[in-house]
């Protein structure tokens, strides 16, 4: 059966086509810098979003109408893999992700809903194997539950601690069994309310305990997925221990743990952490650890993870950039749509048009960022910018040869000090007639 309504798969019609079904920007066999728009851009569905949310909010119950919520349990399982499928055919899209507790219910025991993952596992390998579909990553849910009240790798409890390395211990056995080409953590309830009750520096340490145990597991069995850090600043916790990129890194930096782990990066985070996407994705990028990103945005209205689909084409022309200037581009990574519509767009075809969206935003976004790139534009800005440390004084101090004897010799010849403009309103300016334009 269909459940998105026998929609045929959408096809690349160009600009100036009005259908609804099909996309303007984005046509996956077109060659940018080397590379199709395809391999570029790695599209991802998320599963918690497009199968598993209803539309609910903190005011009132779920608004979806889906097809696949007729059934219960292990039968609604198995139907929203069908659902899953039937997506990514439709969008052409070649990856899924997802939390474990997404794809099965929870048994009363961790055996049962061990089994209840070994079937479904086994259902969407089957389906990735017909469909020719791959899964971008999977990650474990270990902050709904009540048992991760006070966190997981970071719990006051041992117990807790000890069921989430069994609960990511299988992760790590399915992900390597679908053939997963990245693993996330996410630190859903990494992080605390108060340091009153707090013992900040152990829960640190037993965070990086938990780390080095899953890079020993994956070696142990043979899983080679690249493991991703996401940052979240905010939301459930007060304070998260992955507050932002640079935090992250810090803390990988920290527990040696920078040779075994990249960043996944959400654009919607990057607002409640207070700095723009292309921040995260710039800091990422030259620590070398960019690994992926979570395409979405935030309500600058509103104070929370909102979780929109991507459409601002300024943001994705300058994430895009970020992607094209990092080596290898987004690697083994992808845009994984980590985006949910609104709760009143409640049809299931609401969720086909929303990727559409995406889809083209980010396809334009590519475009200019590579047009960008490819005119030097923003090169030639920021060479103009820094002219002054490519000679003279300036060129001593890159090199080392400078110390404070030497500048305050060169300061006290007292010659006039002429800063240049900035020109930003400028830059903007050619930056949206490139977005208008390309």
């Known amino acids: 059966m269909s459940y998105f309504g026998n929609v045929n798969p959408i096809k690349f019609e160009g600009r100036q086509s009005t259908n609804p079904l099909a996309f303007k ?5 077109e060659v940018i810098m080397g590379r199709t728009m395809r391999e570029h851009l790695r599209f991802s569905v998320a599963y918690w979003h497009s199968f598993t949310a209803n539309g609910s909010d903190p005011f009132g119950g779920g608004t979806a109408i889906r097809g696949w919520d007729r059934f219960s349990g292990m039968d609604l399982a198995k139907a929203r893999v069908e659902a899953c499928f039937e997506l990514l055919n ?3 899209v070649d990856y899924y992700c997802f939390h474990d507790r997404d794809i099965v219910p929870e048994g009363d025991t961790l055996q049962e809903t061990n089994k209840n993952l070994d079937e479904i596992v086994a259902l969407l390998k089957d389906n990735m194997k017909a469909h020719g579909k791959k899964l971008l990553w999977n990650t474990a849910n270990m902050f709904s539950n009540a048992r991760f009240v006070h966190g997981a790798a970071t719990t ?7 069921y989430a390395a069994a609960q990511v211990k299988k992760a790590l056995e399915h992900g390597k069994e679908l053939g997963a080409e990245n693993y996330v953590f996410w630190g859903g309830r990494e992080g605390y309310e108060t340091l009153l009750n707090t013992d900040l520096g152990l829960e640190l340490d037993n965070l990086a305990r938990f780390l080095h145990m899953a890079v020993d597991y994956a070696k142990e069995i043979g899983f080679d997925g690249q493991f991703l850090i996401e940052p979240k600043p905010k939301e459930p916790t007060k304070h998260q221990y992955d507050f932002d990129a640079a935090t992250s890194l810090s803390f990988l930096q920290k527990y040696d743990l920078m040779k075994d782990f990249k960043l996944n990066l959400e654009a919607n985070h990057a607002t409640l952490a207070g700095h723009t996407f292309e921040h995260e994705l710039r800091v990422a990028r030259i620590n070398g650890a960019l690994g992926s990103i979570d395409a979405n945005q935030g309500d600058m209205l509103l104070g929370w993870d909102t979780d929109e689909f991507p459409t601002d084409l300024y943001g994705t022309t300058l994430a895009m950039y970020e992607i094209l200037n990092n080596e290898g581009g987004i690697g083994r990574g992808g845009v994984n749509f980590d985006a949910k519509v609104r709760r009143g767009s409640f049809e299931a075809i609401d969720v086909v048009y ?3 969206a995406g ?4 396809a334009r976004g590519l475009q200019v960022a590579a047009k960008l790139i490819e005119d030097r534009v923003l090169d030639k800005v920021v060479e103009d910018r820094y002219a002054s ?6 060129a001593d101090i890159v090199s080392g040869k400078a110390d ?3 500048l305050e010799t060169y300061a006290l ?14 830059i903007k300016s050619v930056v949206n007639q490139y977005i208008l334009n390309v």
């Open 25 to 29: 920007f984005y046509n996956p066999d």
């Open 359 to 362: 889809i083209d935003a980010f």
């Open 90 to 92: 439709i969008l052409g």
């Open 354 to 356: 929303a990727h559409i």
């Open 156 to 162: 006051s409890n041992a117990d807790v601690y000890a």
């Open 413 to 426: 010849q007292n010659n006039p000090i002429e800063n240049a403009s900035g020109r930003l309103e400028l």
């Open 389 to 394: 440390f490519k000679t003279g004084i300036g």
């Open 404 to 406: 404070f004897k030497s």
